[in-house]
């Protein structure tokens, strides 16, 4: 096997240990999260779902936005991280997204998991991977039915979920590289337009605990505010 090939095995066994069982497990517990194991791709054949309980939040078309929106996100000693969203790619990601952000709901959250040079992955509640906003939004992908023409390239903004096409929630990943394998399987929702910087700082600099990312609570960068700028 050559090196670009486990490269792209490892990263997509990575991410998608993260991503797809990033709102919860089926028990709730985090060693069934843990075990929970990467992607149809990758042979996996054991992997979180939805917890229990969690309804699938719609938007009228009077609440959907539209058009270009954009935030910025206070991260604490690293520094600030400028988004652009699309929310004529993907509308209930973005509102779903916006009006978290409004709400003060991802102030004093964290980034949770990161792996070097790939990826880091927060907005979760409770620290750990398995927090949720008590919903679950639909998922805006092609593999979902929904045509987004968004990339995961570097510098994008995308929905983390469960195994459940529609098991997002809250928590969102930012690329910190090109991994475009993930287009049409999650929801990618934006691009940083600025503070790339910052991402690559939390990403060579953050202690993790294991090779899936995971930070220890001490060590994990804090979300200060997000602020919605229009």
Do not use: W
């Not at 983390?160 to 475009?180: K, L």
């Amino acid at each position: 096997m050559n090196k670009k090939k486990f490269f792209s095995i490892v990263m997509c066994i990575a991410l998608c240990i993260g991503v797809m069982t990033a709102c919860g497990s089926s028990s709730g517990s985090g060693s069934s999260k843990a075990a929970s194991s990467a992607s149809e791709s990758a042979g996996s054949s054991q992997q979180a779902s939805a917890p229990e309980g969690n309804k699938l939040k719609e938007f009228s078309s009077d609440e959907l936005l539209s058009g270009k929106h954009h935030v910025q996100m206070e991260i604490k000693d690293h520094g600030t991280v400028t988004i652009e969203l699309d929310a004529d790619q993907a509308p209930v990601t973005v509102t779903n997204f916006v009006d978290l952000a409004k709400q003060g709901f991802y102030n004093g959250t964290t980034f949770h998991r990161i792996i070097p040079g790939q990826f880091v992955q927060g907005g979760d509640p409770e620290g750990n991977g398995t927090g949720t906003a008590g919903y679950n939004i639909k998922g805006e992908f092609s593999a979902n039915g929904v045509n987004n023409t968004l990339s995961h390239t570097r510098g994008a903004i995308s929905m983390a979920r469960t195994s459940d096409y529609n098991g997002g929630s809250c928590q969102f990943f930012i690329m910190d590289a090109d991994y475009t394998a993930f287009d049409g399987q999650y929801a990618c929702f934006g691009y940083v337009t600025d503070g790339m910087d910052v991402i690559d700082d939390i990403c060579s600099n953050t202690r993790v605990q294991d090779q899936n990312g995971m930070v220890a609570k001490a060590d994990q960068p804090v979300i200060s505010n997000i602020s919605v700028i229009d």
